[in-house]
């Protein structure tokens, strides 16, 4: 099984952009983590990262042309905006699951509305740096 993970703007941040809510492990951290898990449950994983909304359309499309068998998507705060992002997602024929380290529903009013969610399998929100894990194990169910 072939996965792409796609985390969008300010995630290669992590580790040292608000640390109470995202936590301490840095981007780089988060990427071994996922690593590790799917090297010991044989996934074949792309993790990739951009701050700008066209490249994460560009890797949503790669996906699909090079034949993966699903994405797991952060796109930072593009989820509350992006329609260019949830059309790339609806333009493909992959299931895609959306993480969130936070709880979006739990921090201001703004974050409580994802765009991109609704062309999503589903959405994991809340668990920190596990959601990727289940993300990718939710893919793996399918
Ligand atoms: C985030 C939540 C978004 O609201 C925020 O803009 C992020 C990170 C999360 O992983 O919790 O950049 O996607």
Redesign the pocket.
């Known amino acids: 099984m072939k996965i792409m993970v796609i985390n ?4 290669n941040f992590l580790g040292i ?1 608000e640390k109470d ?2 936590g301490i492990m840095t981007y780089e951290d988060l990427c071994n983590y996922i690593k590790d898990y799917c090297d010991k449950n044989s996934v074949n994983v792309e993790i990739v990262q951009s701050n700008i909304e066209g490249e994460i359309i560009n890797f949503i499309q790669r996906a699909y042309l090079e034949k993966y068998d699903g994405i797991v998507i ?7 905006t992006s329609v260019a992002i949830l059309d790339a997602i609806k333009s493909i024929n992959l299931p895609v699951v959306e ?6 529903y739990s ?2 009013e ?2 409580h509305k994802s765009v991109t969610a609704p062309a999503c399998v589903g959405q994991i ?2 668990f920190g740096t596990f ?1 990727y894990i289940l993300g990718i194990l939710g893919l793996k169910n399918r």
């Open positions: 969008g703007p300010n995630l952009r809510i995202y952060n796109p930072g705060a593009y989820t509350h993480v969130h380290l936070s709880n979006i921090r201001e703004f974050r929100t809340g959601g």
